[in-house]
């Protein structure tokens, strides 16, 4: 079998990433099938989440797989000293796929490379964040109707931060213009500035974040700011609260702005802001769903005329 993993949101083209949101969309229309009836969906995390484990096998389940699995790598035999490849060995005696969320950047390539099956990259260190990507692409284009010549203001940990460096490379195919918007200390860092000049993204930096920077915005993506990847925690207390939105900060904004965050967020988002007509991170969050939906099933080697013509929808 053809080893379909996705690592990197880079190794999609438009038409793919075009091609999975459609499949999301049909997800959405009809989210309860038993498309992947026995299969077995695996999650290994080694590290905490709420959204993406959840979506993940809340999308397993209601496509008809079964679901094994970890939340926490101390209960299993890591903890004695077993390597990620033989983990990764193990579990793909018993899975047709793998989703995994590593600490440790790279780790989800080297798993695809030893795994016999396809792999999921369910986020990597600071490095990459796939399919949280893909649930962001689907939340733009169902909020602005395109992802084509968008303003995209990126707020917060554009540093540590993993979804930022995957959205801005998927977005590459789209001539958006980013707002790199972060304190000196958080600011995108250099590989990702020379991707965009490398693929023609436009970006502007700004360190002050107000009503009048952000009233160009249709998608105003804000982040946490990462703790858990800070070796010096004074500098996460000096940096913490830097950025912190609130309503009345969106006096100017465009009637189309959308206001999108990864999750969880702490003190980033100001409760004021969830009630507004703009904001959209519950309801991102809840793409999620479809989105992780299509990626199983194209990772498994199901294609969009099977989701069309499948028989297994349950009413
Ligand atoms: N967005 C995201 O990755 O959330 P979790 O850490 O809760 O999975």
Redesign the pocket.
Known sequence: MENKSLVSIAELSKEKILYLLEMARLFEENPNRKILDGKVVATLFF????????SFETAANRLGARVIGFTDPKVTSSSKGETLKDTIMMVSNYADIIVM?HFLEGAARYASEVAPVPIIN??DGANQ?PS?TMLDLYSIYKTQGTLENLNIYLVGDLKYGR?VHSLLMAMRHFNPTFHFIAPEELKMPEEYKIYCRQHNIHYVEHTDFNEEVIAGADILYMTRVQRERFTDLMEYERVKDVYILKNSMLASARPNLRILH???RVNEIAYDVDNCDKAYYFQQ?HN?LFARQALICDCLGITMDEVKNDKTILV
Request: aromatic fraction near 0%.
């Open positions: 590290e905490p989440s709420t959204r993406t484990r959840l969320r369910a986020g964040h949280q979804t990864p999750l969880p969050a999620g």
